[in-house]
């Protein structure tokens, strides 16, 4: 996955959609069809249909291990807090400061949007994502946005620094590449925090705070 990496990070520095489709035809002529499966799954949240049961992979793995049942079973359990199945989530709070209309059914909604964490009284963009809003809440930005356009750049928007999103990733890492100074892995929005204000987001201090504990 390592050349998907690389695509979504060239992604992540564009927003013209001919610079991207062009990256996205790249990729597909070069990857494996492995790959191009998980890509499309990841871009369009839907998971491929797994081919074979979770009882069947246990019985292989019991057969390739050599490992009997129970010993299987035991070796397989949580206890106490010595390991999880999967990761948490990180999160941190952002003031969304541009939006772009999607593609596809979102094509004529302003659905994908940058945000922004405090830098002292400066707002210095960490992260886009356009998934994690329902139909109903992506109507409602998309309204908002419409009504609080600042300057416009091309398809962006730069929108009046009003609205806090809580936003979600696997991992974090430093990268010269963006203004924040680090890069955030698989961002999306978990929740739109409409109880916070937007001097109530969260700090670059405390995105750097995370990269010291979690960063690469």
């Not at 291990?65 to 010595?82: M, Q, V």
Request: net charge positive.
């Amino acid at each position: 996955m390592k050349k998907f990496s690389v695509l979504f990070s060239n992604l992540d520095q564009t927003n013209k959609t001919k610079d991207k489709l062009a990256l996205l035809e790249k990729y597909f002529g070069e990857a494996e069809d492995l790959d191009r499966l998980w890509t499309l799954a990841l871009f369009t949240h839907k998971k491929p249909k797994r081919t074979v049961t979770t009882k069947q992979l246990r019985l292989w793995c019991q057969e390739v291990s050599g490992i009997s049942e129970w010993l299987f079973d035991e070796s397989g359990r949580k206890r106490g807090n010595w390991w999880k199945w999967k990761i948490d989530p990180l999160h941190m709070d952002g003031v969304m400061v541009y939006a772009q209309k999607g593609h596809g059914r979102r094509a004529d909604l302003y659905s994908d949007y940058t945000f922004a964490v405090w830098d002292g009284e400066l707002l210095v963009p960490f992260a886009k994502a356009y998934s994690g809003l329902t139909d109903k809440e992506m109507a409602e930005v998309d309204r908002f946005v419409k009504k609080n356009t600042k300057e416009r750049f091309g398809p962006v928007r730069t929108v009046k620094p009003e609205l806090v999103f809580e936003i979600a990733f696997e991992g974090i890492q430093k990268s010269p590449r963006h203004k924040s100074g680090i890069a955030l892995r698989f961002p999306r929005i978990q929740r739109w925090r409409k109880d916070k204000k937007p001097n109530e987001a969260n700090t670059l201090v405390n995105l750097q705070e995370l990269l010291e504990l979690y960063g690469k």
